[in-house]
Every structure is written in C-alpha cells, then in structure tokens.
C-alpha cells in the first residue's frame, strides 16, 4: 500500500514527519511530493498510489485516471472544491476531508484580518475598535463558531446566518439569528464569510449584499475567492468610499483593485488561513489516521462523495 502526500503549499515538517510515521507503523509505503509546479509532475507520482492526502491541490479528473491504484484521496482541510467529486465516484475511489481540524487557524485568520483593517493596516492614523461592534458571521459551521467565540473575547455582538444550523442552537450561543442574507449584512459592520465555494455560492457576495452594510462596513474573506463576484464587488467600493475589503488569497486581479482602493482593501498572496504548525498538524495527521482507519476498517466516517 502505497501513500502519497501531494502539496504545492508544503506542510511543515514536524505534521510531514508525523504522517510518515502514521503511515509507516500501519506498514505502509510513504511518499512526498511537494512545491511542485506543473500538474505533469502530480500525474506521474500518483500512478503507482492506493491512497493521496492533499491540500488545496487540484485532484481533476485526469489525475484520477492517471492513479490507477487509487483508493481514496483524503482533502486534509474543510474545503474540497479541489477535488472532482464525480470523477472520483465514478472510479470506486473515497473522497474525505478533515473537518475541523484547521477551523481555529483561519478563525484566528479573520479575527487579525478585523484587527488590521480597523487599525489602517498598521500605518499611522487613528483606527476604531472591534469593542461594541456587531460581526456577522455567514455560515455558522466549525470555523464559524470559532470566530464568534473569539470575537466575544473582544467584545462584539455576534450576528449569524445560517440556513442549516437550527436558531435555537445559535440562540444559545448568545448569537443574534438573522432572519435573511440581506438582514446579516444590513446590521453587521464586519461580515466574515464561512461559506464552501458551491455551485449556490460561487459569485454569490455582490452588489445587493454589499451595499447594505452600515457606513465603514468591512467584509471578511477567509473562505474562497470564488464565492465573491468581484465586479460588482469594485463597483460598490466605487459608489460607497467608506466600505473594506480584505481576502485571504487576492484574485488576477487584486494589483489593479488594491492600487484603485488604496488601503480599503487587501489581499494575502497565498492562502494562509491554515498555515499555522498547529493546524497542519491536526490536519495531515488527521488525514493520515482516516487512511489507514478506511484500509483496516472500511469506516468512511468523513466521506464527501456519498
Ligand atoms: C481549507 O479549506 O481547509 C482551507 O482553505 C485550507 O486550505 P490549504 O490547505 O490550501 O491551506
């Protein structure tokens, strides 16, 4: 049995050498690839492997051909609109993620991204508090929870929408429930995205919800850029000069929007929400673990291809 970790965006090497040796005491073959920089070098390496942990990496359905021996392919992340779902269905292979595992990373992510742009991005002038303001939280999942409950710390009141989260549970949590999409960002002067990018999603943060946000409103992205659409994004930064911006990972575009709207928006280079040694940890390891439960005991407990 064969194990690939495949990473453009490598783990850091103490969660690397932990997988090796989860892999190794269950008997099995480690491999690594890392940085790499054409999708030619992943389809040679998976050719000869029976289970692949990846990051963000893009698992297409010609990767899935060229694995010939694939088992499963295991996301070690919440996210996995990396990996072609349908093409990994189709050839009898597990798709899983690891939830939760790296949900206090990028939590902690969106509380500094708060942070920053309320304090000018770290350059002389007077900023405001998070104290007293209410954060809206879309999606009310792992990562969601996460920055309510940091945000409390700091003293804000928390908003939240979620259609698949019951408002009593939220209610519970002392979070106000918003009715609609529109009430969240009508009352939250901090919007802090925790959606997946779906087909419902993509392209879904537009004009109609920005431009409800009280005056020097600021949406929060640490989920994917896909889900903003992004011209009707820069058409309200036009219209509302008091409205923020800032993404974990900056689209093609993000020179041009960051040199039109100065210090209003900013943009990470490379998706670091989960780059902390914490959450690689718990991640690759978590991973590694539900590889070699699904080879010895079939349980699929995490599977996203059902
Ligand atoms: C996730 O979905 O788990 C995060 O976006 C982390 O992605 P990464 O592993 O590419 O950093």
Known sequence: ???????EKPFSKVAVDGIRKIVEDAGYEFAALEKYTSPEELLAAVA??????????????????AAKNLKIVVRAGAG?????????????????NTPGQNSNAVAELALCFM?????????????????????????????????????????????????????????KEGVIVAK?????????????LHIPATEQTKNSIGYNLLSRMPKGGC???????????????????REREDLKYITDVA????????????????GTPKK?????????????LAAANQIVDFFTTGNKRFQVNK
């Open 1 to 7: 049995m064969k194990v690939l970790v495949a990473t």
């Open 48 to 65: 000869d492997v029976d289970a692949l942990i990846v990051r963000s990496d893009k698992v297409t359905a010609e990767v899935v051909e």
């Open 80 to 96: 996995f609109d990396n990996l072609d779902l349908a093409a990994c269905t189709a050839k009898g292979i597990v798709a899983m």
């Open 115 to 171: 942070i920053y742009m309320s304090r000018n991005q770290l350059t002389p002038g007077t900023g405001s508090e998070l104290k007293g303001k209410t954060l809206g939280i879309q999606a009310y999942g792992n990562v969601g929870r996460l920055v309510a409950d940091h945000a409390r710390g700091f003293g804000m009141n928390i908003m939240a929408f979620d259609p698949f989260v019951p408002a009593e549970a939220m209610e």
């Open 180 to 192: 609609t999409l529109e009430d969240l960002y009508e009352n939250s002067h901090f919007v802090s």
């Open 219 to 237: 949406l929060v992205n640490t989920a994917r850029k896909e889900v903003i659409n992004e011209e009707e994004l820069i058409k309200v930064l």
């Open 251 to 266: 689209t093609a575009n993000h020179a041009a929007i960051a040199e039109e709207f100065g210090k209003r928006v900013f």
């Open 272 to 284: 670091m929400g989960a780059e902390t040694a914490e959450a690689n940890v718990n991640a690759g």
